[in-house]
């Protein structure tokens, strides 16, 4: 499905408001997926407004209004998702959307059907949570899944499934093939507890990060991708290091050579040497406005 138009950014005025209210949902007692999520495409798509955001949360809404009612066991709402979600609208992942930033923003997903596994992850989990179903997401290295049953039950009654796949339950190897296949690490059982929806989307943020970092054009995306992940309540301090080097490689000496002296502060406090390194770096960037 190509896309109805060109990705190009919002106003500052519109992206002020998205960030505010971003920044409130990520700090509220229980900070909804969906709506975060929704304000990440927001910023990355200026044609997303109000009544786009409102219509992918009805889009959402409506998907699990046709989940049958209360399937029962974690197996069989595995299964009522997959036939409702993979099957019957065709929702899934290939290869070529790991070169596409639609793939990472939420009611591109919905439109298109094709997504990241996380991103696919999140209509599952949005889909099931509505309907009622014990659901979570499952942030393997490589590849986020969802999983269904009581959080910390025994392994017998939880079922992990992969959007990606259109929804395919995952036998007792398949998330060790997968977790091998993706970074050629072995399962430990640590990786298959229930992300946090701040987890999920610092990861949905750091997959964006990474798609701009291939793109040197695209170092504006990289840059709202920082500051969104800047936002949430817990973040690394190298996010600020990351976008002062941005801020220069974008020809903003002054401003990344500020930023970089302001983290070569911070770090001086635990590491003198890279504190020294990071002034060397603000230095050359201030010598690049002669």
């Not at 069989?76 to 923003?105: C, I, K």
């Not at 298959?192 to 701040?198: F, G, N, T, V, Y």
């Amino acid at each position: 499905m190509p896309h109805p138009h060109p990705l190009r950014p919002p106003s500052p005025e519109r992206s002020a408001e998205v960030r505010r209210r971003f920044a409130e949902e990520a700090r509220s007692e229980r900070p909804d997926l969906a709506t975060l999520c929704l304000l990440v495409g927001a910023e990355a798509d200026g044609a997303l407004d109000e009544a786009g955001l409102d219509a992918a949360q009805v889009e959402l809404d409506r998907l699990a209004g046709e989940l049958p009612f209360r399937p029962g066991t974690p197996r069989a709402w595995a299964e009522a998702l997959r036939d409702l979600l993979g099957e019957r609208y065709g929702f899934h992942g290939v290869a070529a959307d790991y070169q596409r930033l639609e793939s990472s923003l939420l009611h591109e997903v919905l439109r298109r059907r094709r997504g990241l596994p996380i991103l696919l992850s999140v209509v599952w989990l949005e889909v099931a949570r509505r309907a009622g179903a014990p659901v979570y997401g499952v942030a393997l290295p490589g590849h986020f899944v969802v999983g269904l049953g009581a959080e910390h039950a025994a392994a017998g009654e939880r079922v992990l499934v992969d959007p990606f796949d259109g929804g395919r339950l995952l036998g007792g190897k398949d998330a060790e093939v997968l977790v091998a296949g993706a970074t050629g690490a072995e399962l430990r059982p640590s990786m298959l507890e229930p992300a946090a929806p701040l987890e999920v989307v610092s990861r949905v943020l750091n997959n964006i990060r990474a798609w701009a970092a291939g793109r040197p054009e695209q170092s504006a995306v990289g840059l709202w991708a920082i500051d969104l992940a800047l936002l949430l309540p817990a973040h690394a301090a190298r996010l600020r290091y990351e976008r002062a080097r941005l801020l220069v490689q974008r020809g903003e000496f002054l401003a990344g050579a500020g930023e970089l002296e302001a983290y070569a502060e911070v770090v001086s406090a635990v590491d003198e040497a890279v504190a020294e390194e990071v002034r060397g770096e603000a230095r050359a960037a201030r010598a690049m406005l002669n």
